[in-house]
């Protein structure tokens, strides 16, 4: 199973594995990470399960869909490697992937 690297605002890290087809978010929640909220349970709907992808992991993360990108511009810090943890899907090709939160997710 990848191992996925969570890092709170505050530099606290949480490495948990998650499995395959999971998504970066459903991994947080399940795991009771802190930071990422999911108000809208993964529909890529809300923003609150925004995160900064580390930059050496942005390209095997995929492109931003339109709706990904729309939900973005709502997210108050976005910066070019901001994804919706919802929209990653977890493959094996993600272990150690690195996300940071952003201090506040409204």
Partial sequence: ?????????????????????????LGAVENNIPGIDADCGGECACATCHVF????WL?????PGE????MLSFAATAAPNSRLSCQIPVTEALDGL???MPEAQH
Avoid: F, K, N, W
């Fill in 1 to 25: 199973m990848p191992s996925i690297i969570y890092i709170e605002h505050d530099g606290t890290e949480h490495a948990v594995e998650v499995p395959i087809g999971h998504s970066v978010m």
């Fill in 98 to 100: 690195i996300v940071r």
């Fill in 53 to 56: 992808v580390d930059p050496a």
């Fill in 67 to 70: 709706q990904e990108s729309s």
């Fill in 59 to 63: 390209a095997l993360c995929g492109t």
